[in-house]
């Protein structure tokens, strides 16, 4: 086989790491609670976490219905959250469509989508390119499977190295003044009452897609323990999925050892811990990140809370 053709096939064993092609019954709607941290939650009623089920994504959801310490509730039908769209069937993006999206945001970078392909998008909308580094992780798993090497891919994902490179991701999160500046264009969208309801979305829907969650609905006063449960979410929705991964990736000789690729498939406490730490160090508090580190005014906070929060 040709350099060309293996690059080719590891870049699609990649994407099937994120792209979800899974009957919709095999995506109940996350217990509350279930298989995700349990920090904090005892203090707190856990509320439903809104999947919208298609046949091409598995980690679609309406951040909408949470409530927030000030007794208001996060209006639904205005933000939502995803994986890639680009294996959506022509029933999803029929679904998609009664979404009444007006902007959708693609925050990966342009080897995931020359690799994984555009989003399928209901006629009239196109997706906005909002590029949030992955520190090379994408190269780094097409190169890490199409080595085929078991002794390569110990070498490069073993040993704690894979959990180690999501710390460093989730570091840079906060410390990368690029990174920053997607965040922060993407609140100040969400913030515009001129615009309608908008997708955010990575290829997992867990690590880039799962920070701008955390940090939206922290600013809109969730909860930190039911924002951290909305984050940790993603292991629920994703874990059948994942796990039919790594078996096609063993039964067709690619790798050895698939559960090397667990710790990058998985969200955990400690990878948004990295996040949090990182951002008390360099900006002191939440507030801090929000105002100085993503430049935000009171007015747009305010505006932010007036539009989403119910």
Known sequence: MSRVRIRRAAAAAVAALALATLPTAAYAAAAPGAGVGARHHHQQQAEPIRQIPLQGAVNVRDLGGYRTWTGG??????????????KLTDADVTGVSGLGLTKVIDFRIPMEVQYD?????????????????????????????GSGDPVTQEQM?????????????????????ENRAQFAATLRELADGRQGPVLYHCTSGKDRTGWMSYVLLRALAVPEGTAERDYLASNTFRAA??????????????????????PLQEVRQDYLDSATAQMEADYGSFYGYLTQGLGLDLRTLAKLQSRLVR
């Open 117 to 145: 392909g555009a989003d399928r998008l209901p006629a009239g909308l196109s997706a906005t390119a909002r590029p949030v580094s992955d520190l090379g992780l994408y190269g780094t798993l097409v190169g890490a499977i």
């Open 157 to 177: 994902l073993g040993g704690g190295r894979a959990e180690a490179y999501m710390r460093d991701i989730y570091r840079t999160f906060v410390t990368a003044p």
């Open 241 to 262: 999925y994942d796990a039919k991964v790594r078996a096609g990736l063993k039964q067709s000789g690619r790798m050895q050892n698939p559960d090397l690729l667990i």
């Open 73 to 86: 509730q996060v209006r639904q039908g205005l933000v939502y959250r995803s994986d890639a769209l680009s």
